[in-house]
């Protein structure tokens, strides 16, 4: 089966300016060699600390940012061997649905009128079909079409990002690329986001690169887990598999802090810091806070490689 979407060897570095007004540009390295795919009606979840590249690889995803170095493929075809059109039209087959819905939405547009110019952005038709689609999506999101009147600040955070998602669905795509998109909301209606993501997952065949630092929410829509940390993947596979039994030792980190009070948290611990992406440990990047870490760890950067048939895993201890 032909992925949606695949990430192969992406970097990203950015050209950050030097600290003094001769000294040269430094180079920050984003996204570091990642490796991906998502095939049709499966959810991927993303998960680790803020500042690991989870971002900005949604962002090369959803050609935000173009990549440094490797190759986006949507539906099989690299976006370096298509045409601009044609790279129009895959783009649309590839949606985001951003963290912050109140920014996402123009404040001095009604939510109709947004929608319906998402819907004329995307097809060509007369102004009774966008407004018919218009009504359609919004039904399809849960919100009445009396919303359509509304501004941004007469509605909750809740309606606004069933708007903000209402508005993706407007190019029919194949995929959204959810960038932590419950994070700004009240915990009652982050369930109800959940629960329609997996709605319109199960009618439409929707398949999902979740970005979330809520393990429990990843761990009910998502099929696979990848773990960041510092840029790159260091462990890669099924969702049940993983939260039963993490391998890598800072997934087990991650676990032990967020999902279970009664987990045995002893050698779970991190000490210190996320480390400075201008200034990258050498070796393995976990190995300062990691309390498994050998001399070898320090030196040598491990592969992500097939622990077993189903497990990808960046570790020496593995």
């Known amino acids: 089966m032909t992925a949606l979407l695949a990430l192969d060897n992406v970097e990203k570095t950015f050209r950050l300016a030097g600290k003094g007004l001769f000294s040269p540009p430094r180079p920050l390295a984003a996204v570091g060699g990642v490796s991906l795919s998502i095939a049709p009606g499966r959810a991927l979840g993303l998960v680790g600390e803020s500042g690991c590249g989870k971002s900005t690889l ?15 493929r949507i539906g099989g075809r690299s976006l370096d061997e298509v045409t601009p059109q044609q790279r129009q039209q895959l783009r649309r087959s590839v949606q985001m649905v951003f963290q912050n819905p109140a920014g996402a939405l123009d404040s001095r547009m009604a939510i109709g009128d947004q929608i319906e110019e998402a819907v ?3 097809f060509d038709g007369s102004q009774p ?61 982050q369930a109800q986001i959940l629960s329609l993501l997996e709605k319109l997952r199960r009618e439409l065949g929707l398949a999902y690169l979740f ?50 009070p009664r987990r045995d948290r002893r050698d779970e611990t991190a000490i210190g810091e996320p480390p400075n992406p201008l200034a990258l440990p050498s070796g393995c990047p976990f190995h300062p806070r990691c309390a498994h870490a050998m001399p070898r760890c320090g030196t040598e950067r491990p592969q992500l490689r097939y622990a077993d048939a189903t497990r990808q895993l960046a570790c020496h201890l593995d």
């Open 58 to 72: 949604a962002r090369i995803a959803t050609q935000f940012l173009d990549p440094t170095a490797g190759v986006v």
């Open 211 to 260: 970005i979330s630092h809520q393990l429990s929410s990843v761990r009910y829509l998502c099929d696979e887990i990848a773990v960041m940390y510092a840029g790159r993947i260091v462990e890669y596979g099924p969702t049940a598999e993983i939260f039963a039994a993490p391998r890598h030792p800072y997934t087990r980190v991650l676990l032990s802090a967020a999902l279970d």
């Open 120 to 122: 004329g952005i995307a």
């Open 129 to 189: 079909d966008r407004l018919a689609e218009r009504d359609r999506l919004l039904a399809l999101v849960g919100l009445s079409t009396d919303m359509a009147k509304r501004f941004p600040h007469q509605i909750s955070g809740g309606q606004k990002q069933r708007v903000v998602i209402a508005r993706a669905l407007a190019a029919r795509p194949k995929l959204l690329v959810c960038d932590e998109p419950l994070s700004a909301l009240d915990v009652s209606v």
